[in-house]
């Protein structure tokens, strides 16, 4: 009994790390700290960001399956790539996944739910707001932050938790694409608002097929697409 404790209070601390691990590794992958292709020798990661090399390999292991790190050779790892055919299929797979769990939820989702997308995108109003005003290191996080908000909600009666964690891996990939856009300054937001509006008028009014496209538009958008 007391062994079987033991163990499970070590796996729960583990499991602490390498989520706070990951955390600051995906960060700085998308804010372009840890550069495509670079990459990422276990002894130089565990200077600079702490844990075992049990520990960071496992978080590696773990942004692997996110698809933003890539192993090389079995043994080694790289940020992965970040091109324009990469662009181009991070935005189909966030089209895909988005639209059918919007559309699922429109189906099941209560009041309770559109309580939550509105909120939602009271959120990203004020942040989009706010990152146009003072573009630093603080707003741009809770920026991003509030844009991963919205697209979980969006989703989040869609009775799939595999759907809702794929598209949360997928928006993850997407995100230094959107950051390089916000610091090249290359983010619409007059568009980006309008298509939040519109977004929002149609989940209010139970309408799927305006719901939907304005999602696309507002995906396309989100990506400089």
């Not at 670079?38 to 200077?47: I, P, S, V």
């Not at 939550?116 to 707001?129: E, P, S």
Request: proline share 2%.
């Amino acid at each position: 009994m007391a062994h079987g404790m033991l163990f499970g209070g070590r796996q729960s601390e583990d499991e602490t790390v390498v989520a706070m691990l990951a955390s600051a590794i995906r960060r700085d992958i998308s804010f372009g700290v840890l550069r495509p292709d670079q990459k990422l020798k276990l002894e130089a990661l565990r200077q600079s960001y702490g844990g075992s090399n049990h520990s960071v390999r496992e978080t590696l292991r773990m942004l692997t399956s996110e698809g933003i790190v890539e192993a090389v050779n079995q043994r080694g790892f790289r940020v992965t790539s970040a091109t324009e055919n990469d662009l181009r299929d991070i935005l189909l797979m966030r089209l895909e996944v988005e639209k059918l769990g919007l559309a699922r939820s429109m189906e099941r989702g209560d009041v309770a739910w559109e309580s939550r997308v509105v909120a939602a995108l009271h959120a990203v109003g004020r942040a989009d707001t706010t990152v146009l005003d003072t573009p630093d290191d603080v707003t741009v996080l809770v920026w991003d932050e509030a844009c991963r908000g919205l697209v979980i909600s969006l989703v989040s009666a869609c009775e799939s938790p595999r759907l809702i964690e794929m598209v949360g891996q997928f928006y993850n990939q997407s995100r230094r694409f959107r950051l390089a856009l916000l610091r090249e300054g290359r983010v619409d937001f007059p568009a980006r608002k309008t298509s939040q509006t519109a977004l929002r008028d149609a989940i209010l009014d139970r309408d799927s097929a305006k719901a939907l496209a304005a999602l696309a538009h507002e995906i396309r958008t989100d990506l400089g697409a």
